[in-house]
């Protein structure tokens, strides 16, 4: 176990635990919008489908695996920034694309400005789904209407706008996510990773932005 501290505690440690527990929360958010596209095939399949997630027991699991995951995440990102920082304590004084093979861009440079935001984000979106109102299903009074819930919170323009900017800015962070967790783990660099990271991160962004849109468009049945 001390092994284990001590590496964590070192600078490759944190970078390696900083580059897993990011790639570990991205297949959970391909797996989180893959749910949340359920909603399109109707009320009684979605309320379905979350009512056996969320009853399974294991659930507990995961969300407490979920919340290490995050804590891991922000707590090594926070330590490399501020080595980082340390390393190279005078800023430049303009900022700009590095070009030629580097890969500097507004993703990279604002990781920790998109983190930061996640950190606000996360548990305003937990209070409004997970703790919001309680609706009985009106083919199962057993079962939460959360299809309910979704669609009267998606119907308010400002919590649309509110949730597809806040998905632009996640969208932002895992645009650079991808190639640099693997890159942490000792992935060497390569183009064709890069371009894979930056399909997912549009296929996450789309895939959570198309349902409030498409319920405030009408295009959803409440």
């Known amino acids: 176990m001390s092994a284990l501290v001590r590496f964590l505690s070192s600078s490759i440690g944190r970078k390696m635990l900083m580059g897993a527990s990011g790639l570990l929360l991205l297949a959970f958010l391909l797996v989180h919008v893959a749910g949340n596209l359920v909603l399109f095939a109707g009320r009684d ?3 379905g ?12 699991v995961a969300e407490l695996g979920l919340l290490a995951l995050f ?37 990279s440079s604002t990781m920790i400005l ?3 935001f996640l950190i606000a984000f996360v548990p305003l979106h ?5 703790w919001g109102p309680i609706y009985p ?22 919590e649309v706008a509110w949730y597809v900017g806040a998905m632009l800015i996640i969208g932002c ?41 498409a319920i405030w468009l009408g295009w959803v049945p409440a």
């Open 173 to 213: 962070h895992l645009w650079h996510a991808f190639a640099s967790g693997l890159e942490s783990l000792g992935v060497g660099d390569r183009d064709w990773l890069r371009r894979t990271g930056n399909v997912l991160a549009v296929v996450v962004t789309v895939g959570f932005v198309v349902v409030p849109i």
């Open 126 to 130: 937990l209070w409004t789904f997970k």
């Open 137 to 158: 299903s009106p083919t199962d009074p057993a079962v939460r209407d959360l299809h309910r819930l979704v669609i009267e919170e998606f119907h308010e323009p400002l």
């Open 49 to 60: 489908y979350s009512h056996h997630l969320v009853s399974n027991p294991l659930i507990y």
């Open 114 to 116: 998109s983190g930061i």
């Open 71 to 107: 804590a891991a995440h922000l707590v090594s990102g926070i330590a490399v920034t501020v080595r980082n920082r340390k390393a190279r304590p005078d800023r430049y004084v303009v900022k700009g694309r590095a070009g030629g093979k580097s890969h500097k861009s507004v993703a």
């Open 45 to 47: 399949v979605f309320n």
